[in-house]
């Protein structure tokens, strides 16, 4: 089975989006570049320097599928049923979206109700030896205290929000994670690149 990699574009301050779910200025980076890359579903194109767009190509075809909390998920109106990986997708979500599923009837996307943990497996599944992507913030957090993350990855952006809504680990149950030494750091244009093994 492949890993399970939280990854998230953060800001200084720890944070994925802003008190009403807006990014601000934490995807200029995907646009402040010479290279141009198509995502995979073909929904737009990223624009990065030739350092970021090397890291881009390395993870996005190491992606087999996706798993997102139900916020995320309905501020992105599930991505109109493909989302811009052209992965399959888990939503962890206590209430399943039936007019959604009825309205995406050949979207490639998973509800789980009972929880991260099947959440994980049912991704890991649909992902064979590829990467199962853990979105930043609430899932992210109950994958690190269940130690079910394998790696942390961070695109980390030179901007302070100051206060945000979404950080991208929220309230821990143990004081301290202590993660290992960088595996990958990638200095980009106003981002740099960031893994870290979970001990």
């Known amino acids: 089975m492949g890993k399970v990699v939280a990854n998230a574009i953060m800001s200084l301050d720890g944070y994925v989006a802003k008190q009403d779910n807006s990014i601000g200025r934490l995807f200029d980076w995907l646009q402040n570049g010479e290279v141009a890359i198509p995502t995979p579903a073909g929904d737009f194109t990223v624009h990065l320097n030739p350092a970021s767009a090397q890291h881009w190509r390395n993870w996005v075809s190491s992606v087999g599928a996706l798993i997102c909390g139900r916020t995320l998920f309905d501020v992105t109106q599930g991505w109109q049923g ?95 994670v202590l993660l290992g030494n960088p595996t990958a750091c990638v200095q980009g244009d106003r981002v740099t690149h960031l893994v870290f093994p979970v001990r």
């Open 82 to 176: 493909r989302h811009s990986m052209d992965v399959p997708v888990v939503v962890v979500t206590h209430r399943v979206p039936q007019d959604w599923i009825e309205a995406h009837p050949d979207a490639p996307f998973t509800f789980v109700t009972d929880g991260v943990e099947a959440a994980v497996a049912a991704a890991q599944e649909l992902a064979g030896d590829r990467v199962v992507a853990v979105t930043g913030g609430t899932i992210a957090q109950q994958c690190l205290d269940l130690g079910l993350l394998d790696e942390v990855a961070i695109d980390l952006v030179p901007v302070v929000m100051g206060e945000g809504n979404r950080p991208f680990f929220g309230r821990l149950s143990s004081p301290d």
